[in-house]
């Protein structure tokens, strides 16, 4: 299930479940959107990106989707595993073309169940 | 492709001291450079915008006499800590953008502050 705590909401899901995260991001004139995997002490790891102008876009065992009505984004994991275990934010960015930085979401906690 | 690295990895020192962080493109030019802190439990917040060769451009809030930073080349960028206190104790990242595309915007592995 999905707990929100003081910072970081909490997804938890048993392995080989889909995962979905979701986000929700402040500025309706941002045009790029990334997601990034955060594990505890490290850096954002690239995982999918996605322009403004596509509502889904596929990789491996990743999905984005991108509502631009209700400014929202999220993240499908199909066949979750322990290694997927980590924190997870979306980031948008406002000019795709300038040498704009990227906004972090408040991020989410995935906890896969073993 | 396109790797930062940042160092020290962490760094443990005495409130009143400084702090020098620094950030490398290794294969590529960065002309901009990304600084970010994030607390425990808490989203990157983004600190300022490196230019090189210009000043910073700080984010409200943040105190540029205090968090120095200085992009004297294509490929450095460092982020100084003045004057430390237990509060600056926090995980600062950098980040580069080298073209567009989701591979553009790449990551150090990030700095652990602590101020004791």
């Known amino acids: 299930g999905e707990s929100v705590g003081l910072h970081l909401p909490t997804l938890s899901v048993q392995e080989g479940d889909n995962s979905i995260i979701n986000c929700a ?24 990106d996605i322009r403004s102008n596509m509502d889904k876009r596929q990789g491996q065992r990743v999905t984005v989707l991108l509502n631009k009505t209700v400014k929202h984004l999220s993240l499908q994991i199909a066949a979750t595993q322990p290694g997927d275990s980590a924190v997870y934010f979306c980031a948008e960015n406002l000019n795709l073309g300038g040498n704009t930085p990227l906004v972090f979401g408040k991020g989410t906690r995935l906890s896969v169940i073993a | ?80 800590v003045t004057s430390a206190h237990p509060e600056d104790s926090s995980f600062y990242i950098c980040s580069a953008r080298l073209g567009t595309g989701g591979y553009g915007y790449t990551f150090g592995s990030g700095t652990r502050l602590t101020v004791v």
Not at chain 2, 54 to 63: F, P, R
């Open chain 1, 25 to 48: 991001y402040s500025n309706s004139a941002s045009d790029y959107f990334i997601w990034y995997k955060q594990e505890s002490g490290k850096g954002p790891q690239f995982i999918i």
């Open chain 2, 1 to 80: 492709g396109a790797v930062v690295s940042q160092h020290p990895s962490w760094v443990i020192c005495k409130s009143g001291t400084s702090v020098k962080i620094e950030c490398r493109s290794l294969d590529f030019q960065a002309t901009t450079m990304f600084w970010y802190r994030q607390f425990p439990k808490q989203s990157l917040m983004l600190m300022a915008t490196s230019n090189e060769g210009s000043k910073a451009t700080y984010e409200q809030g943040v105190e540029k006499d205090k968090f120095l930073i200085n992009h004297a080349s294509l490929t450095l960028s460092t982020l100084t």
